[in-house]
């Protein structure tokens, strides 16, 4: 598609629940970062996928938390057990092999957990 | 850990002022790049600016790299209501072509009309 694709937009769940968010990066795009933003925060980094190397997935901050990327496009970031912690916008952002263009958001995840 | 670290945290302007913020980093780097972000949403790359550089420019925006001080700024001339929104510094380490980037705090930039 023409840019990064996230859904839902946003997500309200009871406290234990799992979730699932789903990111479409722009095709052709061979890495997607997830990220994660709380209220008034920098950007905390999750996980990266760069075309078939091993995900980076140092930055997930528990087992709760996983990530996968079939056939090198859509990622889905699941979050087990939801704590109320988790709240926060879940963004998720794709880039190319051209360097001087960074990288390109999608709008995000407002996730809600209650 | 927080890589970039921004300065002012929060910046209050009038329209056709110019707004200049920084940005420390801790470790080497392979190039910068400041993002906006408005509304809590998703972030729109303004500019990149590699370790070999000291300045560039796009419109009316330029940033400045000095190495040695690890540290940057961007600089939004002859600014407007709309540039009202939240700028993030990020740093890549890595000479890759996709490479993780590390974001700072962000500075909230608010022109008054």
């Known amino acids: 598609g023409a840019g990064v694709s996230q859904s839902p937009s946003n997500k309200v769940t009871e406290k234990g629940k799992d979730v699932e968010l789903r990111c479409d990066p722009i095709s052709g795009h061979t890495a997607l970062y997830w990220y994660r933003q709380s209220l008034g925060q920098g950007l905390e980094f999750l996980i990266y996928f760069q075309g078939n190397s091993a995900p980076d997935k140092s930055g997930l901050p528990s087992d709760r938390f996983s990530a996968e990327r079939t056939g090198g496009s859509v990622s889905t970031l699941t979050i087990q057990r939801t704590q109320q912690e988790d709240s926060a916008v879940y963004l998720c952002?794709?880039?190319?092999?051209?360097?001087?263009?960074?990288?390109?958001f999608g709008s995000g995840t407002r996730l809600t957990v209650v | 850990s927080q890589q970039g670290e921004e300065d002012p945290q929060a910046l209050s302007i009038q329209e056709g002022e110019n707004a200049t913020m920084n940005c420390s980093y801790k470790t080497s780097i392979n190039n910068l790049q400041w993002y906006r972000q408005n509304s809590g949403r998703g972030l729109v790359h303004l500019i990149l600016?590699?370790?070999?550089?000291r300045e560039k420019h796009s419109g009316r925006l330029r940033v400045t790299l000095d190495t040695s001080k690890k540290s940057s700024s961007l600089l939004i001339t002859a600014s407007r209501a709309a540039d009202t929104a939240s700028y993030f510094c990020?740093?890549?380490?890595?000479?890759?072509?996709?490479?993780?980037?590390?974001f700072g705090k962000g500075i909230t930039l608010s022109v008054r009309p």
């Open positions: 952002a794709s880039s190319g092999q051209a360097t001087n263009y960074g990288y390109t």
């Open positions: 600016i590699r370790s070999n550089e």
């Open positions: 990020a740093t890549a380490r890595n000479t890759g072509a996709n490479s993780k980037l590390t």
